[in-house]
C-alpha cells in the first residue's frame, strides 16, 4: 500500500510511504484555493524548500496560471526592489 499507520504526539496517524504522493495530494488542494488563498500561499512559502515540488506540481494542474502569475509578479516587485530593470 502506499500508506502506513504510525504516532505523531501520542495519536494514531497515516504517513504517506513517498513523499510524492503527499505533495501531489496538497498541490491538488491548493489548485482549488480561491485566487486569494493562492497568492498568499505564494508568498508566504514560495521560497521554502518543502514545498518546491508541491509549487512545481501545482502549476503544472493550474489551469489558470495564477501560480505562475503570481511567482513572476512577486520577481519583478523583489527586482524593482533591489533596483534591477532586468531579470
Known amino acids: 500500500g502506499i500508506l ?7 495519536q494514531e496517524c497515516f504517513l504517506f510511504l513517498h513523499l510524492n ?5 496538497a ?7 480561491s485566487l ?3 497568492k498568499e500561499w505564494v508568498h508566504n512559502h514560495y521560497r521554502e524548500n518543502i514545498w518546491q ?5 501545482a502549476i503544472a ?3 489558470q496560471g495564477i501560480f505562475v502569475e503570481e ?3 512577486y520577481r519583478v516587485k523583489m527586482s524593482v526592489a533591489r533596483g534591477r530593470s532586468f531579470f
Do not use: I, P, S
Request: with cysteine.
Open 61 to 63: 494542474c493550474d489551469y
Open 21 to 25: 504522493v503527499g505533495e501531489y495530494l
Open 27 to 33: 498541490a491538488c488542494y491548493l489548485t482549488k484555493m
Open 71 to 73: 511567482l513572476y509578479c
Open 53 to 57: 515540488e508541491t509549487l512545481r506540481m
Open 4 to 10: 502506513d499507520k504510525g504516532f505523531y504526539k501520542g
Open 36 to 38: 486569494k488563498m493562492k
